[in-house]
T-cell receptor
Framework: DTGVSQDPRHKITKRGQNVTFRCDPI?????LYWYRQTLGQGPEFLTY????????KSRLLSDRFSAERPKGSFSTLEIQRTEQGDSAMYLC????????????FGPGTRLTVL | AQSVTQLDSQVPVFEEAPVELRCNYS??????LFWYVQYPNQGLQLLLK??????LVESINGFEAEFNKSQTSFHLRKPSVHISDTAEYFC??????????????FGQGTILTVHP
């Protein structure tokens, strides 16, 4: 399968714990995006990478959130000191940097904070 | 900045009936428009897109959407739906060109339920 993959698919954690999610984009895609989707809402943009550079971060991304893409390939999203409000589906997407960059989405990681 | 409003959160229809899912957007710049579909327990898939040119765009499974710049709308239609079209549909917009980087702004989603 050459699509976008995310790991883990599900994560249950206790409030206050740290969690880390991984995204592997389509191999030739140099753009990578993270979105968050809560129940009954559409995905909301969190952050964006072009190669290894993080070029934009949403105001939704508090200081407890950090994302990296160290070699311009896979990316990680870490949430420190999780809160119940962090419970959501975290989506990763990748694209080429062409004129309209169609984004291909992974299956998501569902986070539940107890 | 852009915003998207999907006017219906749920649309129930009977099989073989026509359907329209409504989407309005606002933006201060030129935009690209997209419809994504999310089938139960699956990830988001691109259904169709408007980039430029003809304002009517079609998908391979019979959906079509029309870009109406004056009404800032991009409604999704299908003349005859199937049970398998049951899914959640998201309208999305991104800035066209410049420094937008293709960040997508999504609507709230419309759950289409097709009944036999």
């Amino acid at each position: 399968d050459t699509g976008v993959s995310q790991d883990p698919r599900h994560k249950i954690t206790k409030r206050g714990q740290n969690v880390t999610f991984r995204c592997d984009p389509i191999s030739e895609h140099n753009r990578l995006y993270w979105y968050r989707q809560t129940l009954g809402q559409g995905p909301e943009f969190l952050t964006y990478f072009q190669n290894e550079a993080q070029l934009e971060k949403s105001r939704l991304l508090s200081d407890r959130f950090s994302a990296e893409r160290p070699k311009g390939s896979f990316s990680t999203l870490e949430i420190q000191r999780t809160e119940q409000g962090d419970s959501a589906m975290y989506l990763c997407a990748s694209s080429l940097s062409n004129s309209y960059n169609e984004q291909f989405f992974g299956p998501g990681t569902r986070l539940t904070v107890l | 900045a852009q915003s998207v409003t999907q006017l219906d959160s749920q649309v129930p229809v009977f099989e073989e009936a026509p359907v329209e899912l409504r989407c309005n957007y606002s933006s201060s710049v030129s935009v690209y428009l997209f419809w994504y579909v999310q089938y139960p327990n699956q990830g988001l898939q691109l259904l169709l897109k408007y980039l430029s040119g003809s304002t009517l765009v079609e998908s391979i499974n019979g959906f079509e959407a029309e870009f109406n710049k004056s009404q800032t709308s991009f409604h999704l239609r299908k003349p005859s739906v199937h049970i398998s079209d049951t899914a959640e549909y998201f309208c999305a917009v991104s800035g066209a060109g410049g420094t937008s980087y293709g960040k997508l702004t999504f609507g709230q989603g419309t759950i289409l339920t097709v009944h036999p």
